[in-house]
Structure formats: C-alpha cells, structure tokens
C-alpha cells in the first residue's frame, strides 16, 4: 500500500515538472519561430544567380550547344567523356528505373547531336 502511494506521489510529482516546462517553453517556442522566419534568406532569382544549374527550359530543336549543357561536358569532348557522361544521366533518369521518358528522350538527343 505504501509502495504504490510512493508511485502515484512520483508520477504527480513528474506531471507537474512536465507541466511547468510546458508552461515556460511555449512562449519561447513562438519567439524562436519568428525570428527563425525572418531570418531565413529570401527565395528569389538573384540567390540562384550564381547556381551551377542552368536556368530555363528546352530549346524547341535542340543545339550543340544545349546538348553540352545536358551532358555537362565541353563542345570538343572525346566520344568517350561523351559515352560516360551519358551512361551516368541514364543510370539514374532511365525509366524503367522510376525516371522521367521525356528526361531520358532528351538526354539520348544530346548523346546523338555530340556524336555527329
């Protein structure tokens, strides 16, 4: 009988510990969230300005110069730097693989306008 009166005793104690620190966190909780919020960096074009990514769409007929773009390789690469830039983007954009058709279509345009 005691035993147990120790437990429950233990058990409201810890109630109300985790009560206090409710009480007194929260408060802050909102704060932090503010100034987290204001401080975050704006999303806008000049903060991918310097991006390494190209930015825009597929030309309508597609150039050598977007070819290298895709492939990410130099207008005068070797058809091997070619080969393996090419296998790479297919390993992971393949559509038998959960990639995108239109993704792979265009990557095997770019391999077929840089080995002319």
Do not use: C, W
């Not at 919020?37 to 903060?47: I, N």
């Not at 597609?62 to 990410?72: G, P, V, Y």
């Not at 954009?93 to 279509?105: C, K, Q, T």
């Amino acid at each position: 009988m005691a035993s147990s009166l120790i437990v429950a005793g233990l058990g409201i104690a810890a109630l109300a510990f985790g009560a206090r620190f409710m009480v007194r966190t929260i408060p802050n909780i909102g704060q932090k969230m503010a100034q987290a919020a204001t401080s975050m960096p704006k999303l806008d074009s000049e903060m991918f300005a310097a991006s390494k990514y190209y930015k825009g769409g597929f030309d309508p007929k597609m150039t050598k110069r977007e070819a290298t773009l895709i492939l990410s390789v130099n207008s005068g690469a070797p058809p091997a730097k070619i080969k393996a830039a090419y296998m790479k983007l297919m390993l992971t954009n393949h559509p038998d693989r959960g990639g995108s058709p239109y993704l792979s279509s265009k990557i095997s345009e770019a391999k077929d306008i840089l080995d002319k």
